[in-house]
């Protein structure tokens, strides 16, 4: 099992440039979620969806982050424009559906994203 | 404002020596989990518990979850250099997972 794969692993992008990162859940799990982490927030979640349906993004800072998952085995985070405090480590996590919370995250390697 | 305080933030030990690190809130969880993140990589799941009370055992690794499960605690004994790292722990919210900010550990040879 190669696990969540997350592309790309470093991002460096200027100021008003879009931003797409790129994430292939574990195949047969059924939730992905969108996370990002940085010092003085910690891991923050984003968006998450079941099935390929988003079901909360309240986490999603602005109207700049948009998040799909046009499938079961790709999703992918875009932030147009991007701004400096945009930057951060971004993880996309999965696990399976079970209807319980028995089961932990699968995360990826994360994209570390520097605005500059 | 986190909905899971952990303490202590950093934690630096020697080898061989014994630690605890806290996790509470005010808020009940269907469950919490414990991860560990290493630089550059993201967290791993080390353990997941359910029930008020519960305590698992993960080789020198003692979870527990408290009665009223709103708080957790991790303890090592006889902590290794390789134990080095962030531990986070999560609590289940719904479908979703809410982290505390971690506690950072150095464990020096």
């Known amino acids: 099992d190669a696990g969540v794969i997350q592309s790309p692993r470093h991002e460096v992008t200027e100021m008003g440039q879009e931003v797409t990162l790129r994430c292939k859940p574990i195949?047969?799990?059924?939730?992905l979620f969108w996370y990002r982490q940085t010092m003085m927030r910690g891991l923050e979640l984003l968006i998450y969806?079941?099935?390929?349906?988003?079901?909360?993004d309240s986490g999603m800072p602005e109207d700049r982050f948009s998040a799909k998952m046009p499938n079961a085995s790709f999703s992918t985070l875009k932030i147009q424009p991007s701004e400096p405090r945009d930057s951060a480590v971004y993880f996309c996590?999965?696990?399976?559906?079970?209807?319980?919370?028995?089961?932990?995250?699968?995360f990826g390697s994360g994209t570390r994203l520097t605005v500059v | 404002t986190q909905l899971l305080e952990q303490s202590p933030q950093f934690l630096s030990i020697q080898e061989g020596e014994n630690l605890t690190v806290y996790c509470n809130s005010s808020?009940?969880?269907?469950?919490l989990q414990w991860y560990r993140q290493e630089p550059g990589e993201g967290p791993v799941l080390l353990v997941t518990?359910?029930?008020?009370?519960e305590v698992k055992k993960l080789k020198r690794l003692t979870f527990q979850f408290g009665d009223a499960r709103k708080d957790s605690s991790l303890h090592i004994t006889a902590a290794q250099p390789g134990d080095t790292g962030l531990y986070l722990c999560?609590?289940?919210?719904?479908?979703?997972?809410?982290f505390g900010a971690g506690t950072i550990l150095r464990v020096k040879s």
């Open positions: 996590a999965s696990r399976p559906w079970a209807g319980g919370n028995g089961y932990g995250y699968t």
């Open positions: 999560a609590g289940a919210w719904g479908n979703k997972l809410v």
């Open positions: 808020s009940v969880f269907s469950s």
């Open positions: 969806f079941n099935n390929n349906v988003p079901i909360d």
């Open positions: 518990v359910v029930t008020g009370g």
């Open positions: 195949s047969g799990h059924n939730s």
